[in-house]
């Protein structure tokens, strides 16, 4: 059967579930990746009271809208990032707090261990007819204490980039081991200002935490395509880590010339930019491909539209990209190549 079709909800915040839920099923998706911002799902309440996991569940069933991934991506930027103000836009303001920045980092760290046990109770209370064979996953960034280093200028040696890896397996290894207790998977989407940002950094990020079984990869090509990194040898290196897709496409080699690939501090959608988010199939990625290796790597997980387009309207957008994903998917052969020429002895 194909791949589920679902929308990540973190660009649409200033929609209530409710909103959002109908209009995605007008846009042809078959389910959400729900974020944990906005009103679309909130942590500390699904904790406290099983009524809400439930009206979560009510409200997409009323859709016929399915869920197969909680993101937490916020929260988990500050548990190893260099907190500074900007971080107080993204967070709770019971995990911001006073700001302090260690103690901002150990809030987030203690939100994600109750996200994976939000997810847990939210996943559990699936309604049968919903109730597909996908593993519990949340997606999420980590942070980093050494992106600010990725230059290498002034001089970096390997042992102070590697104190960030250290950092990053001791804060996240509590973590992971709170997802196992609940079975639920952790996907780090690899990005830039993450532990991860390319295939060698998540390599490195994979053996700081001795390749927990519940640390994997939300892959998304888009973040991979203009570093001039093989995104799809990223799918066909980390098979069996890679615990959920986000459908993202990019354009690149584009601009005036005068912005490179580290983005001149201009804003998403200026013109004279090497780079940018496009709507899914208006850009360079080549989708294809991504879909014959996720075949081959055996994933039959969600197909996750993040939709992100600077110079589109995104209802448009979205739309267009539910099309473009649905017709672009296709099921793995079931019989070898050539069997239909044998004949039976």
Known sequence: MPRPVTLFTGQWADLSLDELATQAK???????ELACWGDHFDVERALASPDYVHQRWNVLQAQGMGCHAIANHLVGQAVCDRIDERHRAILPPEVWGDGEPEGVRQRAAAR?????RAARAFFDARP?????????????????????????????TQAYLQQGFDD?????RPILDAFDAVDVNFALEVHPTEIAFDIASAQRALEAVDHHPRFGFNFDPSHFAYQGVDYVRFLRTFGERIF????????????DGTVGV???HTEFGDARRHWDFRSVGRGDVRFQDIIVALNDIGYR????VEWEDARMDRRHGAAEAAAYVRQLDFPPSAVAFEAAFERKS
């Open 26 to 32: 007008a846009m042809g998706y078959d389910g959400l």
């Open 112 to 116: 994600m261990i109750d996200t994976a």
């Open 244 to 255: 959920h897709v986000h459908m993202k496409d990019v354009w690149w080699g584009r601009g």
């Open 301 to 304: 997980g969600p197909l996750s």
């Open 262 to 264: 580290f983005g001149g």
């Open 128 to 156: 049968g007819a919903a109730a597909i064979d996908f593993p519990a996953v949340v997606t999420g960034f980590t942070g980093s204490s050494v992106w600010h280093a990725v230059y290498a200028f002034p001089p970096t």
């Open 168 to 172: 990053f397996a001791r804060r996240w």
